[in-house]
Nanobody, 123 residues
């Protein structure tokens, strides 16, 4: 069974920080790029950040640049999203995803998805 499991979500005040983790299991993810997406109530799923297999290249959405950092530890089959200076508009369910080859900002290009973790940022 291939599984991506997010953790680290919760309730935080505006200006605070959270670190999300996504643990992969069931197979190796060699040459897979990883991504983070989020979806707020009534909104479409939105790209947040992506990282290459090697970790040598990342790309962030304009809405989170300078605040969020994606990273990965392939020895642990884990990808992270460090979220700083959180804003109420960051409130959403955050999803981890994996795709073979290059990363993408488009959800339809990803092969595997986690179940999501709720992040709520209060004013």
């Amino acid at each position: 069974q291939v599984q991506l499991v997010e953790s680290g979500g919760g309730l935080v005040q505006a200006g605070g920080s959270l670190r999300l983790s996504c643990a992969a299991s069931g197979r190796t993810f060699t040459n897979y790029a990883m991504g983070w997406f989020r979806q707020a109530p009534g909104k479409e799923r939105e790209f947040v950040a992506t990282i290459t297999w090697s970790g040598g290249s990342t790309y962030d959405a304009d809405s989170v640049k300078g605040r969020f950092t994606i990273s990965r530890d392939n020895a642990k089959n884990t990808v992270y999203l460090q979220m700083n200076r959180l804003k109420p508009e960051d409130t959403a369910v955050y999803y981890c995803a994996a795709r073979y080859g290059a990363g993408s900002s488009w959800p339809r290009f990803y092969d595997y998805w986690g179940q999501g973790t709720q992040v709520t940022v209060s004013s």
